[in-house]
């Protein structure tokens, strides 16, 4: 049972564009929200999160945004750079259960 | 900065060998993670570890074991390598009530 799910396995952008990238949960209960960033043969970097108490949260070139109503959130990556290609993963978790539920990632390549 | 280190990078042992990951962290967390990751599937919770001498199962504990003796070293066992153990494995770690989570550079594991 996937609680949360990246329904896009890859996403390639032009360098300069927006890059998008989608996650949907299913159970209403999780209330915070991290995105990571993952380089091959590196572990995951955190990158930005978002409590369900808000609807968007913007950190640099990185907002994402929270829709509870239809459990969905997503990362935006403004302007996409070469260096932003990696896996990204969301991650879901109940606030101070400390645990968290991750994605299957979604493979990002920033074109030039 | 937090550092989270494993033993090995990258790992070749054979089927039914017992096998042992090791992990430590420098930031003083209470919190200690063990995951695997395998491509389409994301990062799954093998098992977490809320202070010394506790465990607790993830989603995918079975033909694994973890031992923590210490608070900063939290170690993953193999007890019979098989093939479909072969996999990336990262350890993670984050501090009592919070969410983020820090992560190890992971260990290619390889069993023939």
């Known amino acids: 049972d996937q609680q949360v799910k990246q329904n896009s396995p890859s996403l390639s952008v032009q360098e300069g564009r927006i890059s998008i990238l989608n996650c949907d949960y299913t159970n209403s209960m999780f209330d915070y929200f991290l995105w990571y960033k993952k380089y091959p043969a590196e572990g995951p970097t955190f990158l930005i999160s978002?409590?369900?108490?808000?609807d968007k949260n913007e950190d640099g070139r990185f907002t994402v945004f929270l829709n509870k109503s239809a459990k969905h959130l997503s990362l935006h990556i403004v302007p996409s750079q070469p260096g932003d290609s990696a896996v990204y993963f969301c991650a879901a978790s109940f606030q101070g259960a400390q645990k968290l539920v991750f994605g299957q990632g979604t493979r990002l390549t920033i074109n030039p | 900065d937090v550092k989270v280190t494993q033993s090995s990078r990258y790992l070749v042992k054979r089927t039914g060998e017992k096998v042992f990951l090791e992990c430590v962290q420098d930031m003083d967390h209470e919190n200690m993670f063990w995951y695997r990751q395998d491509p389409g599937l994301g990062l799954r919770l093998i098992y977490f570890s809320y202070d010394v001498k506790m465990k607790e199962k993830g989603d995918i504990p079975e033909g694994y074991s973890v031992s923590r003796e210490k608070k900063e070293r939290f170690s993953l066992i193999l007890e019979s390598a098989s093939t479909n153990q072969t996999s990336m494995y990262l350890c993670?770690?984050?501090?009592?009530?919070?969410?983020?989570?820090?992560f190890g550079p992971g260990t290619r594991l390889t069993v023939l």
């Open positions: 993670a770690s984050s501090p009592q009530g919070y969410n983020e989570q820090f």
């Open positions: 978002i409590s369900s108490i808000k």
